[in-house]
T-cell receptor
């Protein structure tokens, strides 16, 4: 089974608002990554946070990691219509090179 | 670099037929992954290779599925015989040694009727 879940499964907000997506996992990880998937396309890497990091920024993206709670969040600030996509967290399990994905959050930005 | 290239983009086949999906990873990438994506099960890792050697095939659903990587620039995922429940989008991804940032192909949408 997949390692952990994202929530919410779907999120619809107005353009300009912030979007927050959460990801939980079950086993120890080396790092956690977030990917975006536009409809009908492959996944695109957004950001990686290592297990010894707590927060990371990239442009309008902010990722946090709480290893004690085994959870991560992705914040997209000042959302745009082009941010409409599915967002997935992916975990590298300790001791393996397997990149395991959650079920994803479908984000819709309404103009 | 052209990125990870998958072919075909779409495949429609009849139940019982053999299906072969193809992937060309990014040059220099040592790791190659095959994923299957469905609405019900999300993105499942089927198998991955390191330096052309299969490392973990525990996600391969059953013996009808097989994957090969004869060289560093080519991999295939074969389904024989195909069944309607195999209908999904199949993705290939690769990354280089020392990094876990995966680069995905555009996927192959397989429909088995």
């Amino acid at each position: 089974s997949q390692q952990g879940e994202e929530d919410p499964q779907a999120l619809s907000i107005q353009e300009g608002e912030n979007a927050t997506m959460n990801c939980s996992y079950k086993t120890s990880i080396n790092n956690l990554q977030w990917y975006r998937q536009n409809s009908g396309r492959g996944l695109v890497h957004l950001i990686l946070i290592r297990s010894n990091e707590r927060e990371k920024h990239s442009g309008r993206l902010r990722v946090t990691l709480d290893t004690s709670k085994k959870s991560s969040s992705l914040l997209i600030t000042a959302s745009r219509a082009a941010d409409t996509a599915s967002y997935f967290c992916a975990k590298i399990i300790q001791g393996a090179q397997k990149l395991v994905f959650g079920q994803g959050t479908r984000l819709t930005i309404n103009p | 670099d052209a990125g990870v290239i998958q072919s075909p983009r779409h495949e429609v086949t009849e139940m019982g037929q053999e299906v072969t999906l193809r992937c060309k990873p990014i040059s220099g990438h040592d790791y190659l992954f095959w994923y299957r994506q469905t609405m019900m099960r999300g993105l499942e890792l089927l198998i991955y290779f390191n330096n052309n050697v299969p490392i973990d095939d525990s996600g391969m659903p059953e013996d009808r599925f097989s994957a090969k990587m004869p060289n560093a620039s080519f991999s295939t995922l074969k389904i024989q015989p195909s069944e309607p429940r195999d209908s999904a989008v199949y993705f290939c991804a690769s990354h280089r040694r020392g990094s876990t940032e995966a680069f995905f192909g555009q996927g192959t949408r397989l429909t088995v009727v």
